[in-house]
């Protein structure tokens, strides 16, 4: 069986790829605890936008992957997906502190995404969500709230 699992046609398994998203309902892949926004700007601007802002304020860019560039290298293609994973490991550090486990949503991490109409959306962990799920203390579970620093970096207005 996994014989012919790993056989099967990558232009077939791309095709259904794309046909599998194209008929998700945009409210039907938001699961709890996910906030998602649209994006004034296209992917890879969406990111750079949020990655200079997140820099101007002291977090550290751990990883940035170009998911589609990636899908691309295995023979396959979606439309534009960036990804991009950053924290403080100062304000990290004292969330660990607190809760060791809260280490698996840390650092945090947020995608940019171009949907079959053309539409680019952002997702990212709510920062209550994560607080509830690992019991944080009000103390250290500020910096988890991302979403006035995504609207300060990527709302179209005068910077």
Not at 37 to 60: M, N, W
Not at 89 to 117: F, Q, R, S, Y
């Amino acid at each position: 069986m996994s014989f012919l699992l790993a056989n099967l046609c990558e232009k077939c398994l791309t095709c259904a790829i794309v046909n599998i998203a194209d008929t998700l309902n945009f409210y039907a892949m938001n699961p709890k605890g996910v906030n998602i926004r649209q994006s004034a700007y296209p992917v890879k601007e969406t990111i750079d936008l949020l990655q200079s802002f997140l820099q101007q304020h002291g977090a550290t860019i751990y990883a940035r992957i170009d998911q589609q560039g990636e899908l691309k290298n295995a023979g396959l293609t979606i439309p534009p997906l960036e990804f991009i994973l950053f924290g403080n490991p100062k304000a990290g550090g004292l969330i660990m502190a607190e809760n060791p486990v809260a280490a698996l949503d840390l650092p945090l991490k947020v995608i940019a995404w171009e949907d079959t109409a053309g539409k680019v959306w952002i997702a990212y962990n709510e920062g209550g969500y994560i607080k509830e799920r690992f019991s944080l203390s009000d103390a250290v579970s500020g910096p988890l709230n991302l979403e006035l620093a995504i609207a300060k970096a990527v709302d179209k207005s005068p910077r």
